[in-house]
């Protein structure tokens, strides 16, 4: 017990010790015990093993083969007969000039700006909202459980309601902005156009918010109230005491945050599918369905996995930098 | 909801301008997460010219029509029942490979485990569009060769969403057995149980919210997963994810049978989320953040 209330490196250690005693103790001869406890845990894992090798580890070895193979319809029956392109998948892919290159490039900055954004909303509000309800207040916890439906509803019924509310006739969003409150001169498309990135990006920070606010709220339960109180006996007023005690301890937990929030809205499908179907809108062409559609709409799986091959590498440059960056002096055990 | 398993802040009381802040926050903050769940809501119980026209706040009159009419305008049980089955089949099996992965991973110092728990937490960051063409000729091609049908059935996608779920899974879960006293499984061991043994009889037992908050997250992914549903299913053994779709492709768009629809398959999640929070919020604390 006392083991686990260390940190989590030195836990590692003690486990490895407390693990060797019960052997000792029950005197069985050593050998067989040892064998046993070689051969357990990789049987134990086996059945994960398998299923993450078929499903992650292989298709994605396989991913990067047929970047380099000019897969089109005609070989996805016997995708191994497809020739070799070397890297002229590569090369269409980050052709600039052409027409495949440039909406690459298009959807890629599409992609950063609406992350950024999203990533941002959402940790704000969910810091700002998990800030607020730290301490008890009459009607925190049905507050709480209220604010985690976004994050509880299935993303399509989720997403189909929102579509629902900006539809240019019958929705909402319209009839508040136009009909109501008189914004705009006349009902304005929010599922096509320009105005589509600004509906997606509140449909994901409506969705991703309460992840940000779940996982804080759950960091802020680990800060010693005698902080607070130490602080306070000090002088130090809520502000400072949130600029001094509760953003620094929540650094741990914002730097798992904020990774995790990035990849997930960097890769999501769901919402943009859901929003506008097959073909997106160019304001609001994420990169995970632009690859989506440039493979199985064209049929061209070879300049779809070159595009997802990129987007990994990306994705890996991005996750390196961070980590080093965010990680300076502190070990990063855990992540 | 659980007050009394969080800390308090400073036992002093707030500024007034501190409380007006949070008031105002919090109220509008509401009214945002709230604000679809009533459209949703309201919408589902109009009648039809209602939803056609211009936006009402309040409806022409209430009909519980859309609630009857949405299982005939497109196949909804079967979509039901094949998200049931997916989702169920995937949530079991996965939660069960993962609370053996955990296990080992918690209590076992074995070559190779760093490696494993790193590599199985990479994959999470891993764009799902990257597998998607690969793992589509994998069960093209095993159906090809074995005549095990992978595409288009149910038991591809199952294969697909338990392996999504794992990672995660196995996470939280080595979270939650290390916060079980080692004393207790070693007892167990000395009093001759197996590791099996001592793995079902107190560390599972021990471990039970964990179980149940990695069970919700395996449910609600499988649940409300779109990519892979998208393209590995076919018109019997498509799953809500999709099937809702299909609504929106009609000549004739019936809002409120969408909404009805949308409610009838979020309340499942959402009622069995609220219920088990509880659980997924100290799992959370268990395994995410250290």
New interface residues.
Partial sequence: ?T??ATS?AE?GEG??V??K??GA??GKSRRPGRIR??G???L??L???V??L???????V??IV?SFRELTQFY??D?GSAPWSGFDNFKIAVDFDAPVGQALLHSFFVTVLFTVLSVGLCWA?GT??AI??????KG??I????????????????V??????F?H????V??VLH?QLGVTDKPSFWLIGDNSFYALLTVSV?KGW?FAF??V???L?????EM??AA?LDGAG?WQ?LRRITLPSLR??NQ?LVL?LF?WT??D??TP??MF?KAAPKAADLI?VH??QS??VTWN?GT??AM??L??LF?LVV?GVYLALTSRGRKTA?V | ???T????????A??RS?VW??RI??TL??G??????F??VS?SLKPLQD?????RWIPSGLTIRPYVDIWSTVPLAKYFTNSVIVAGAATVCSVI??V??A????????RG?RV?TV??LS?????????????F??Y??IG?ATGIALFGSRGGLI??Y???T??FS?WMLIGYF??V???LD?AA??DGCG?LGALFRIIVPAAIPGIVAVAVYSF?TA?????FA??MTNETTRT??VG??AY?NLNDVY?NQ??AA??V??VP??AG??LL?RY??TG??AG???
Avoid: C
């Fill in positions: 017990m083991t686990t989590p836990a486990r490895a407390g693990k005693t019960p103790a029950r406890r070689i357990l845990p990789y134990l894992l059945p994960a093993l299923l993450e078929l499903v992650h580890l292989i298709p994605m396989m991913g047929m996805i029956r995708w509000i700002a909202a607020y309800m730290q301490e008890t207040f925190r916890g507050l709480r459980a209220l604010f985690l439906i976004p994050y509880a509803l299935p993303v399509y019924a989720a189909i309601t929102w579509v629902f509310m539809q006739d019958n929705g909402l319209n009839h009909d409506w309460p779940l996982i709220m759950a960091g339960q680990n800060i010693p109230k607070y109180e306070a809520l005491q741990p937990v798992v995790v990849l960097f890769n499908f769901n599918y859901v179907g995970s690859i989506y493979s199985f799986f779809g996995s997802s091959v987007l990994l994705l996750t855990d | 909801m659980s007050d398993t969080v800390r308090h802040r400073s036992p002093m707030a500024p501190f802040s949070r926050f919090l903050l509401a945002f997460v709230l604000l679809p769940v459209v949703m919408s939803v056609q026209g211009e936006f490979i993962a053996f992965a296990y080992a991973v918690s209590r076992y110092r074995f485990k494993f590599t199985v994959t999470q960051m891993l764009p799902g569009i990257l597998f998607l063409l690969p793992l000729l994998i093209v091609n090809n294969l697909t338990m392996t999504f794992l990672p196995i290390e916060s006293p080692r004393d070693e061991l000395v590791p609600m649940w409300g997963e779109v990519l998208s393209v809500l994810s809702l779709g929106a809002w969408i909404m949308s409610l398959v979020s999640v959402v989320f609220l929070q997924l919020v959370l604390t995410a953040v250290k």
